[in-house]
T-cell receptor, first 115, second 112 residues
Framework: DAGVIQSPRHEVTEMGQEVTLRCKPISGHNSLFWYRQTMMRGLELLIY????????DSGMPEDRFSAKMPNASFSTLKIQPSEPRDSAVYFC?????????????FGPGTRLTVT | DQQVKQNSPSLSVQEGRISILNCDYTNSMFDYFLWYKKYPAEGPTFLIS?????DKNEDGRFTVFLNKSAKHLSLHIVPSQPGDSAVYFC???????????FGKGTKLSVIP
């Protein structure tokens, strides 16, 4: 079984540019989560979707960040315009919500560097 | 305000000995707890979990203990192996929520 797939694995961009991160969740999972990992704040949840619907986006830092999930097999996280403080590793995770367990399965992450 | 705390940023253990990683939480609504392992340049990998109705869960070399009254859980690895060297994250789920709240991690180094 393929796990969660993220692309690109690395992204280097200049301040002010638009950045789009992509995620393909595990087939059959009904929830998708976007996280950001930094040294200062650790792993923080940005937004999560259930059945393609955004449920909680309170972790999105500002309006420059947006996320979409047009179908069950694809999601994007967009930053426009990007700033140096957005440099971090961004993880996507998916989960099958509704049973008695709550494990989330993570992708390999996208390391974003904004210069 | 950190609801899940891993107070030890790092831990070194000799191969073959026991590794004990600790985690404290403050939210009494947490009812499910998980441990994840993370290698460099990879995403976190689920390791083991425990429901609040239990106080112990075991899977091979890994055992998680939960002390609800102390709001404390621990992960025991016995015996420790060099391949266990990684960052370990504690996570918790609040009842009724799909979200997980993560600690900042403990870097375990197992010395051959």
């Amino acid at each position: 079984d393929a796990g969660v797939i993220q692309s690109p694995r690395h992204e280097v961009t200049e301040m002010g540019q638009e950045v789009t991160l992509r995620c393909k969740p595990i087939s059959g999972h009904n929830s998708l989560f976007w996280y950001r990992q930094t040294m200062m704040r650790g792993l923080e949840l940005l937004i999560y979707f259930n059945n393609n619907v955004p449920i909680d986006d309170s972790g999105m830092p500002e309006d420059r960040f947006s996320a979409k999930m047009p179908n069950a097999s694809f999601s994007t996280l967009k930053i426009q315009p990007s700033e140096p403080r957005d440099s971090a590793v961004y993880f996507c995770a998916s989960s099958l919500v509704g049973g008695m367990t709550y494990e989330q399965y993570f992708g390999p992450g996208t390391r974003l560097t904004v210069t | 305000d950190q609801q899940v705390k891993q107070n030890s940023p790092s831990l070194s253990v000799q191969e073959g000995r026991i590794s004990i990683l600790n985690c404290d939480y403050t939210n009494s609504m947490f009812d499910y707890f998980l441990w994840y392992k993370k290698y460099p340049a990879e995403g976190p990998t689920f390791l083991i979990s425990i429901s609040s109705i239990k106080d112990k869960n075991e899977d091979g070399r890994f055992t998680v203990f939960l002390n609800k009254s102390a709001k404390h859980l621990s992960l025991h690895i016995v015996p420790s192996q060099p391949g266990d060297s990684a960052v370990y994250f504690c996570a918790a789920r609040e009842a009724g929520s799909y979200q997980l709240t993560f600690g900042k991690g403990t870097k375990l180094s197992v010395i051959p």
